[in-house]
Every structure is written in C-alpha cells, then in structure tokens.
C-alpha cells in the first residue's frame, strides 16, 4: 500500500492545466496523470507540478 502523497481536499481539485480535466495518481503516486492529453505531472516533495512539459525546464 503506498501512502497518499497529497491531501485528499488537494488532490480533488487539482486539474489538468492544458485540458481543465481530472487527473489521477500514476501506479508508484510519484506523479499525476491526465488521461486526455497523456501528460504526466510529477509531485516533488509533495508538491504537485501542474505545468505543461513546453513550460517546465
Ligand atoms: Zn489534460
């Protein structure tokens, strides 16, 4: 069982940035997933990385 790396209140309303949809945890809950636009966002130390790949580094 992994632990959850967000709160739940967070988690809930965290949204793709590109399509305004839901996003889930991937298997390891390192990241989170849009299935739409197959895009992943990582979490770093418990922070959510809601930017789209053109505008991360
Ligand atoms: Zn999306």
């Known amino acids: ?3 959850d790396p967000l709160p739940l209140e ?6 793709c940035p590109m399509c305004k949809g839901d996003v889930s945890y991937n298997k390891d809950k390192t990241a ?3 299935k739409k636009c197959k895009i992943d966002y990582p979490i770093k130390e418990g922070i959510p990385i809601m930017l789209p ?3 991360r580094e």
């Open 53 to 55: 790949p053109d505008m």
């Open 10 to 15: 967070l988690y809930e309303i965290l949204a």
């Open 1 to 3: 069982m992994t632990q």
């Open 32 to 34: 989170l997933l849009c």
